[in-house]
């Protein structure tokens, strides 16, 4: 029961976290909107959002990675015991994780190399100045891990290509999520119920990131439908009532993207046979949300003490 609620709880942080951005961006799109339409999406795209994308997107990973099965057959092993279905899930565990992996280093790597952001290390600002080296290193990076795959088991190696490809596929509509809002906040002739359907396939693209991550907490589908629902419900919350409270903490993005990087880097050691405690992947979220809600928190103080000097100049 222990392990159950820890891995519910990392899942349920996870997903918070990760989908910051996501409720910024909702928030900013929202307050174009009328009061009717906002309501609409956040009771109708919070069913959208936990049943169809983070519902039914662990299950279609698995049967993708397990192709001698049905997606009825994945769906009755994950409520019965079924050896010979569990038998050939535990066969595909690699092909997801060394997929899954790859899809979330490149994610860590893009936003370090080329993403905007408030640096929290000096680091940071170094590697973001270098940006023209992220697809060099995405090169090298993606070639050494296919060549190890390929000793391994020539299957990972096609695993690891899908991860890359998903990762500029699902990067590619997030950049065009970005322009589009930047039209939307402009002022756009487009309608509320056009809005309602961008943000919900805005949400189904951001989602990824926190479906994929959480196979490196657990391989339970049930326990991933359930943290990352309530982490999905608990964002929606804070898209209505507490944007202007997350926008304080500089950086949560920050810590989100290391925990993205950390959990990418477990789920490939794991394809290749190295086993980590249940515990490490939620307490490596847990740690990383405090390390940089503490620097947020002190840049806050910081800022407030600078403004109230300014003030009695």
């Excluded at 222990?2 to 910024?24: K, Q, R």
């Excluded at 050896?83 to 790859?102: D, H, N, T």
Aim: positive net charge.
């Amino acid at each position: 029961m222990w392990t159950i609620l820890i891995t519910i709880f990392g899942l349920c942080l996870f997903e918070i976290i990760s989908s910051v951005d996501n409720a910024i961006v909702n928030a900013h799109i929202l307050k174009t909107m009328p009061e009717k339409y906002r309501k609409i999406f956040l009771f109708w795209g919070l069913l959208f959002a936990v049943l169809a994308v983070r519902g039914l997107l662990p299950f279609v990973i698995v049967w993708a990675v397990n192709p001698s099965l049905s997606l009825a057959q994945v769906w009755s092993a994950t409520f019965s015991g079924s050896e010979m279905v569990k038998a050939s899930m535990e066969a595909s565990k690699p092909l997801l994780l060394i997929g899954g992996g790859m899809y979330l280093l490149l994610t860590a790597l893009a936003w370090l190399f080329l993403e905007e952001k408030k640096y929290a290390f000096l680091a940071e600002g170094f590697i973001h100045r270098q940006g023209a080296w992220f697809y060099a290193v995405t090169s090298v990076l993606t070639t050494g891990i296919i060549f190890l795959a390929l000793k391994h088991n020539p299957a990972m190696a096609l695993a690891a290509t899908i991860g890359v490809s998903a990762f500029f596929i699902t990067d590619g509509f997030k950049k065009n999520a970005e322009a589009t809002e930047k039209q939307l906040m402009k002022g756009s002739s487009m309608s509320a119920w056009s809005k309602i359907l961008y943000l919900e396939i805005l949400d189904a693209s951001f989602s990824i990131d926190g479906v994929i991550g959480a196979f490196a907490f657990t391989m339970a589908v049930p326990l991933i439908i359930i943290g990352n629902g309530l982490g999905a419900y608990v964002v929606r919350e804070f898209t209505v009532r507490g944007i202007d409270l997350i926008a304080k903490f500089a950086y949560l993005k920050n810590g989100a993207m290391y925990s993205i990087g950390f959990l990418g880097a477990i789920m490939m050691a794991e394809s290749f046979g190295r086993e980590f405690p249940f515990w490490v992947a939620p307490l490596n979220t847990v740690l990383l949300l405090v390390i940089f809600l503490s620097l947020s928190l002190r840049e806050s103080r910081l800022a407030k003490k600078k403004n109230n000097k300014l003030s009695h100049v």
